[in-house]
């Protein structure tokens, strides 16, 4: 799936013309792309046994594609609520297993 490269071109030009709901747009058409792939015929199923077993490059896929999903939908998140808060206000900690996010100044309101 090419369309999980285009991430970082995605966000740069949604950035740019601030218009994040171009990555709503692309993080659809990641899963659209995905369920096709699975209905492609990538799981194989025992016929004695009710378990499914994905081939490695499958699931390497499907992890693949559920890391940018969940940096797409962070990245909304903090766009939404930057929105609501100034950008100046907002402190990132890198520091954990992910970054973490606060507001040090006080609501616009």
């Not at 747009?25 to 492609?40: G, H, S």
């Not at 378990?51 to 998140?77: D, F």
Request: charged content about 25%.
């Amino acid at each position: 799936m090419r369309v999980l490269e285009q991430y970082p071109e995605v966000v740069n030009a949604a950035f740019h013309s601030l218009e994040p709901c171009s990555i709503v747009a692309y993080l659809a058409i990641v899963t659209d792309q995905l369920a096709e792939r699975l209905e492609e015929g990538g799981k194989s199923e025992d016929e004695d046994e009710k378990s499914v077993t994905l081939s490695p490059e499958l699931a390497a896929l499907y992890e693949a594609t559920a890391i940018v999903l969940e940096n797409g939908i962070k990245l909304l998140w903090l766009l939404f609520h930057v929105s609501l808060k100034q950008a100046s206000d907002i402190v990132c900690d890198d520091s954990t297993n992910g970054v973490q996010c606060s507001w040090s100044g006080k609501d616009r309101g």
